[in-house]
């Protein structure tokens, strides 16, 4: 508690690198499953559940808004699993229409409760740019938990998941529950990106998933260790940005870490190549 | 001698959407043979095989591999998929894909054991791979890529294994190893179902042959079919086969 | 109606037809979420053009805004190319760093000044018609129609003098290639194209739901032309329904205009999916519960003459569960295939 008002900005950095230490993690695997804008999708998914949970509560309390954040991120993903197996479309166009459609639908019940004698705008701008600097304890306690949660199912399950991402067929005649799986990892990231907003807002939130994987998978050969590397580099670049928003006043928490992250994952994109050319 | 037969099908029907990929297909293998599954393409081949392996629901038919349905049978069969089924950029080593095989379903902390290490080791050499154990699947060619996707079946030391088109797009050098590996788990007992699009080739190593073209065309011991194999008219003879049905 | 009102469906309904052709050209080349990366980067060219001519209604800010949604284009192809990056990975890296450096630059530089941000992502068009635009004192009508019409006009002269080579072009570079057409310059001719009228559009709904607009009914259209020309213009139909549904009912519940657009395309791509007669997923299951009944019943005909057919017995042969076996006898008495005697099931001779 103390420490706490000593450096008041010693929870938001805490908070914004647990962040970083999930969404590493399953940006990783949104990278190997080649679902990486699954991040953007699900982030724009959010708002309709937001506005609703707004609308029904009449309460601004982040883990109510976020519950409401998750439900229809989830929706927005189990509507892309169901349309992918039953229409000829592909992949990304799906993403495009459930982002912007959900985006849209999110807009009019927007619009519709800024009527309303209640300030929503704060809402709004907590959405879209995230508040990293305003977290506080008790946010911290929920980040420690989901973090815990996310580390020991993907221990538990993390042979599994990567036979299942490698080779679906095949792992489905091993016998492994192909399906449970999916749903798992879909609940996971869905969870982890709703959290994430809170930090980088809506618009980052793509570059938190990409950025740490693709800088990880330049450095390595190896499933296991381009884990760590993605969530190491996650942790660095929201430390690094989140810094840099705190040294120069005016600079928002968000922007500076994606600029960091996607810097980062650019230089070694290309220092890699260099090195390659080389040798 | 065994009692079971490795596979038993009755009336097998499946069908895509609107259109048949299998019709009424009946047929008995008897175990420890290698069954070629040949036909042109759209015959209801891989089709087949996902049946096999649980994959796919039929329309119609029952179909029992060692007795057991193919919901059951997982645990007896190893599958060796196409090679353009998975994404070869993928970030991991021979070793690592070889070791997918030892996965035994443990739900807790799933640990690979020294034990494992050696059966995959042995897998490797047994399709002349041990010396790219530690390479990148995505710096193989298309041969060793197959060898790779083999001894991963090898590894879970089943009794059934199939494999769908091992075949395609591979180097001599890997071709005649398939087939003596094939030959040598036969003599040990392991029946094995191949899909083949080659009906020539197929006389050099299948026991037992399953014609397919929607329909059952024939199926039964190679020595038995061979004369409608290899005709002077290929298209000729399957109408023929067709029109005797 | 008054003319407010006219104005604003004329807005509404030429926003929806020029990103007809982009939208096409994006779901066809499989880039749709390009769309997105655009809408997002062309905010640090509006920014970086403010800095440097500070005015807000000067031109050069859309110029601006159209190279920064073309350079976001071009960085992710050559990440792709050089870096052998996948596409969702290569679009998903850079446009957040275009949107990142547009905010920062807003928060450090332009604090004094309006530039809203929530203006950017969420723009209305509700304002359109009260910027308008005049020459020698004339009124001509808001800038915004004026600036769509001429984006669907260069469009639509672009498609129509480029049509084979780019549906070629899309649909087998290679081949291509080899009648000496150059399918990337026109992959970037297209981008550029669709980044003109993300700018042009942009101020009237702002950066997500531009992907509505062109994304969402030409993947409708997808589903169901069964050629280019036919998509175009089942592209340009839904689109248009759409729009009209959309602006009056924003009109009627007094909400955003551009939020109710996309979401009825939203709706009309999930009515078109599921209940297009031939295509959607409903007259598709119809049809294939139809074929698969009449297969059934042949197999028992084929094997049962003669025999008693009872369920039980089905059941064992086929596999079947007992709802299916029933409705597969029950079938084939509809099909006169199979006839009852004395409460017994026949195969009919």
Redesign the interface.
Same mark, same amino acid.
């Given at each position: 508690m103390i420490l706490a008002s000593w450096y008041p900005f010693l929870v938001p950095l805490c908070g914004v690198m647990l962040i970083g230490l999930l969404t590493g993690l399953l940006g990783t695997f949104a990278f190997l499953k080649k679902q990486t804008m699954l991040g953007d999708v699900v982030a724009h998914a959010t708002l309709p559940g937001i506005v609703m949970a707004f609308m029904i509560t009449q309460s601004v309390h982040s883990l109510v808004l976020m519950t409401g954040g998750l439900v229809t991120g989830l929706c927005a993903v189990l509507l892309i699993t169901f349309l992918s197996r039953y229409t000829v479309l592909h992949t990304d166009t799906l993403f495009g229409i459930v982002l912007s459609v959900f985006f849209g639908i999110g807009l009019v019940l927007l619009t519709q409760v800024q009527k309303m004698p209640i300030a929503s705008q704060a809402v709004l701008n907590k959405f879209l740019f995230g508040s990293a600097a305003t977290l506080v304890y008790s946010d911290l306690y929920v980040l420690l938990l989901l973090t815990i949660v996310v580390s020991v199912i993907v221990a538990m399950f993390w042979r599994a998941f990567i036979l299942v991402i490698f080779d679906t067929d095949y792992a489905r005649t091993l016998g492994i529950p192909v399906t449970m799986l999916q749903i798992v990892l879909h609940v996971l990231t869905v969870t982890v990106i709703v959290t994430g907003l809170y930090a980088v807002g809506v618009v980052l939130m793509s570059s938190l998933l990409v950025a740490p994987a693709v800088t990880a998978r330049q450095l390595t050969r190896s499933v296991t260790s381009m884990i760590w590397y993605a969530m190491s580099c996650s942790i660095v670049a929201c430390a690094l940005g989140m810094s840099v928003s705190i040294v120069f006043a005016h600079v928002p928490t968000g922007a500076a870490i994606v600029v960091v992250a996607t810097v980062g994952a650019f230089g070694t994109l290309i220092l890699c190549r260099e090195l390659k050319g080389a040798v | 001698m065994n009692q079971l037969n490795a596979l038993i099908v009755r009336h097998l029907t499946v069908m895509y959407g609107a259109t048949p990929a299998l019709d009424d297909i009946s047929l008995t293998i008897p175990t420890g043979v290698i069954c070629a599954i040949i036909g042109p393409n759209g015959a209801g081949k891989s089709t087949f095989l996902k049946v096999i392996l649980g994959l796919i629901k039929p329309l119609a038919g029952t179909l029992h591999i060692l007795g057991l349905s193919p919901a059951d049978a997982h645990t007896l069969i190893a599958y060796v998929p196409q090679r353009m089924s998975v994404d070869w950029n993928f970030p991991i080593s021979v070793f690592d894909v070889v070791m997918m095989g030892r996965y035994n379903g443990g739900w807790f902390f799933n640990r690979i054991t020294a034990q494992d290490k050696d059966i995959v080791s042995d897998a490797l050499s047994m399709v002349d791979m041990l010396s790219y154990a530690n390479s990148l699947i995505g710096e193989l060619s298309g041969g060793q890529q197959q060898r790779v996707f083999l001894a991963r079946a090898l590894a879970q030391k089943r009794t059934v294994l199939i494999l769908d088109e091992p075949f395609n797009g591979v180097d001599a050098t890997t071709e005649q190893l398939v087939m003596k590996v094939l030959k040598q788990l036969s003599k040990n007992g392991v029946t094995t179902f191949v899909v083949h699009h080659d009906m020539v080739a197929v006389r050099g190593y299948a026991d037992w042959i399953i014609q397919l073209q929607t329909q059952l065309i024939q199926a039964g011991p190679a020595n038995l079919l061979d004369s409608h194999l290899n005709p002077p008219f290929p298209y000729r003879a399957y109408c023929h086969a067709y029109a005797e049905k | 109606m008054n003319m407010l009102m006219i104005e604003l469906l004329t807005i509404a309904l030429l926003t929806a037809l020029v990103c007809v052709i982009p939208g096409v050209f994006l779901?066809l080349r !499989?880039? $749709? /979420?390009m $769309? =997105?990366a655009i809408s997002?980067a062309l905010l640090l060219g509006i920014v970086s053009m403010f800095l440097v001519v500070r005015s807000l209604t000067s031109p050069l800010l859309l110029v601006g805004a159209t190279l920064a949604g073309f350079a976001v284009v071009v960085l992710t192809e050559y990440?792709m190319q050089?870096?052998? /990056?996948?596409? =969702?990975?290569a679009?998903?890296?850079?446009f957040?760093?275009f949107? &990142?450096?547009a *905010?920062?630059l807003i &928060?450090?530089y332009t604090?004094d000044v309006h530039l809203d941000? =929530?203006m950017v992502? /969420?723009g209305d068009m509700v304002f359109a018609p009260f910027s308008r635009h005049s020459i020698c004192g004339v009124d001509c009508g808001p800038h915004a129609i004026l600036l769509i019409t001429a984006m669907l006009a260069l469009s639509m002269l672009v498609v129509g003098l480029l049509y084979r080579p780019l549906v070629m072009s899309i649909f087998d570079p290679l081949i291509a290639h080899s009648v000496t057409i150059s399918s990337n310059h026109l992959y970037y001719l297209m981008m550029f194209l669709t980044s003109m009228i993300a700018v042009a559009i942009f101020s009237v709904v702002g950066s997500?739901?531009?992907?509505?607009f062109m994304?969402?009914p030409a993947?409708t259209a997808?589903?169901t032309a069964r050629s280019v020309k036919q998509m175009l213009v089942h592209t340009s139909f839904y689109s248009i329904n759409a729009a009209a549904f959309g602006y009056f009912y924003?009109t009627v519940? =007094? *909400? &955003?205009i551009? !939020? $109710?657009?996309?979401?009825a395309? !939203?709706i009309i791509?999930m009515l078109v999916?599921m209940g297009a007669p031939q295509t959607g997923?409903l007259g598709?299951l119809w049809? %294939?519960g139809e074929?698969?009944l009449k297969?059934?019943v042949m /197999?028992v005909v084929?094997?049962q003459k003669g025999k008693t057919i009872e369920v039980s017995s089905l059941k064992e042969? %086929? !596999?079947?569960k007992r709802w299916w076996a029933c409705c597969v006898v029950y079938y084939g008495l509809h099909m006169t295939k199979l006839i009852k005697l004395n409460n017994k099931y026949y195969v009919r001779e």
């Open positions: - | - | 779901v !499989g880039v $749709s /979420l $769309s =997105d997002h990440a050089q870096f052998k /990056l996948h596409k =969702d990975a679009i998903g890296l850079f957040p760093f949107f &990142s450096c *905010v920062i &928060s450090v604090r941000i =929530d992502l /969420l997500v739901v531009v992907v509505a994304i969402v993947a997808y589903c924003a519940a =007094d *909400v &955003s551009a !939020g $109710s657009i996309a979401a395309t !939203g791509f999916v997923m598709k049809h %294939y074929t698969w297969t059934c /197999l084929k094997h042969l %086929y !596999g079947w």
